[in-house]
């Protein structure tokens, strides 16, 4: 059988669609947590769609307590949007470690609904590494801004800053918790290593895949004039160069703060005793990470009898309460 990558990356899209969708209608129903949907303007005047939500302590008493954790959501690949998978996305996630206000920005030009169908020109020109990091960090610092505003007639600053990446979102998660000194990170389906090695390590494993494996280096031996027009199984060469470039190992290495990864032990595209490889590497370093497997779970946390996504998202609340910076 021959493979066909854009079939791969078809199939990374659904498992990002299912990820996003892995609650049930009733607990959407269930869920009346107001989700804030805005535009940010970007100082070069690109602009790009955020969501805002809080999920406030059960406790009648604390809900009108000042912001403990600030989570900035980072979300994977291709133009889905998470405005229809919210709020039960992060059902779980109760604010039992404080009130907890989630923002989620996504990158250019993705609308509300977008569904990843058709992602176009615009997007695939701005749809690399660089890009993602500087939007990010933009937005970060004026939300910040906001909350420290806010925080003046509260007497209280967020005590936590959480950055989570999801799937390819945990790419350059390290990169801005280190930039806006996150007291706490959170990976989602990922493998903690360089991206290209991920995909060399499948192609390994899956002699189909050998031959896209081979045209990508190919291509990237050559540099063309228009770096973002230039596609590369469907996206831009600049993409493919600027995230074979990210250490992520050492990214995350680097941090000298609490790492939560989740990762489901039958996802695909998570390498064969990857996990145990970085979890050597932390040990080495003389470092933490809790690493949290969910048996039989794939890419979106979904086993054949059970959804694992709300458990790690009210794992997390628990992780925050024992790991207080």
Same mark, same amino acid.
């Given at each position: 059988?021959?493979?066909?990558?854009?079939?791969?990356?078809?199939?990374?899209?659904?498992?990002?669609?299912?990820?996003?969708?892995?609650?049930?209608?009733?607990?959407?129903?269930?869920?009346?947590?107001?989700?804030?949907?805005?535009?940010?303007?970007?100082?070069?005047?690109?602009?790009?769609?955020?969501?805002?939500?809080?999920?406030?302590?059960?406790?009648?008493?604390?809900?009108?307590?000042?912001?403990?954790?600030?989570?900035?959501?980072?979300?994977?690949?291709?133009?889905?949007?998470?405005?229809?998978?919210?709020?039960?996305?992060?059902?779980?996630?109760?604010?039992?470690?404080?009130?907890?206000?989630?923002?989620?920005?996504?990158?250019?030009?993705?609308?509300?609904?977008?569904?990843?169908?058709?992602?176009?020109?615009?997007?695939?020109?701005?749809?690399?590494?660089?890009?993602?990091?500087?939007?990010?960090?933009?937005?970060?610092?004026?939300?910040?801004?906001?909350?420290?505003? &806010? @925080?003046?007639?509260?007497?209280? #600053?967020?005590? $936590?800053?959480?950055?989570? *990446?999801? +799937?390819?979102? !945990?790419?350059?998660?390290?990169?801005?918790?280190?930039?806006?000194?996150?007291?706490?990170?959170?990976?989602?389906?990922?493998?903690?290593?360089?991206?290209?090695?991920?995909?060399?390590?499948?192609?390994?494993?899956?002699?189909?895949?050998?031959?896209?494996?081979?045209?990508?280096?190919?291509?990237?031996?050559?540099?063309?004039?228009?770096?973002?027009?230039?596609?590369?199984?469907?996206?831009?060469?600049?993409?493919?160069?600027?995230?074979?470039?990210?250490?992520?190992?050492?990214?995350?290495?680097?941090?000298?703060?609490?790492?939560?990864?989740?990762?489901?032990?039958?996802?695909?595209?998570?390498?064969?005793?990857?996990?145990?490889?970085?979890?050597?590497?932390? &040990? @080495?370093?003389?470092?933490?990470? #809790?690493?949290? $497997?969910?048996?039989?779970? *794939?890419? +979106?946390?979904? !086993?054949?009898?059970?959804?694992?996504?709300?458990?790690?998202?009210?794992?997390?609340?628990?992780?925050?309460?024992?790991?207080?910076?």
């Amino acid at each position: 059988m021959k493979f066909n990558f854009r079939f791969f990356l078809s199939f990374i899209s659904l498992a990002l669609c299912c990820l996003l969708s892995a609650c049930s209608v009733n607990e959407l129903r269930r869920d009346s947590v107001a989700v804030h949907v805005n535009q940010f303007q970007f100082g070069d005047g690109g602009k790009a769609i955020y969501f805002e939500m809080d999920r406030k302590p059960w406790q009648q008493q604390d809900a009108d307590a000042p912001v403990v954790n600030a989570i900035f959501v980072i979300s994977g690949s291709d133009c889905v949007s998470m405005g229809p998978f919210l709020p039960q996305y992060f059902s779980g996630l109760e604010g039992e470690s404080g009130r907890t206000r989630i923002f989620i920005m996504h990158k250019r030009h993705i609308l509300p609904g977008s569904n990843g169908a058709n992602c176009g020109v615009a997007y695939t020109r701005a749809d690399h590494p660089s890009r993602w990091q500087a939007d990010q960090l933009e937005f970060m610092r004026a939300q910040l801004a906001v909350l420290q505003t &806010q @925080a003046r007639t509260q007497a209280q #600053t967020p005590q $936590r800053l959480i950055i989570m *990446g999801i +799937s390819e979102g !945990a790419e350059l998660a390290p990169i801005l918790a280190q930039q806006i000194q996150a007291t706490h990170l959170v990976l989602l389906s990922h493998a903690g290593m360089n991206a290209l090695d991920v995909y060399a390590a499948l192609a390994k494993k899956n002699p189909a895949m050998l031959p896209a494996w081979q045209q990508l280096q190919t291509s990237l031996s050559v540099t063309p004039i228009d770096q973002d027009m230039v596609r590369i199984h469907g996206r831009s060469w600049r993409y493919w160069s600027e995230i074979a470039a990210i250490p992520q190992t050492a990214n995350l290495l680097a941090l000298d703060i609490p790492i939560l990864l989740a990762v489901g032990d039958a996802d695909p595209v998570i390498p064969d005793n990857a996990i145990d490889r970085l979890q050597q590497h932390f &040990q @080495a370093a003389g470092k933490l990470i #809790t690493i949290r $497997r969910f048996p039989d779970a *794939g890419h +979106s946390l979904n !086993a054949k009898d059970k959804n694992y996504l709300p458990d790690f998202m009210h794992q997390i609340d628990l992780w925050l309460l024992e790991n207080k910076q």
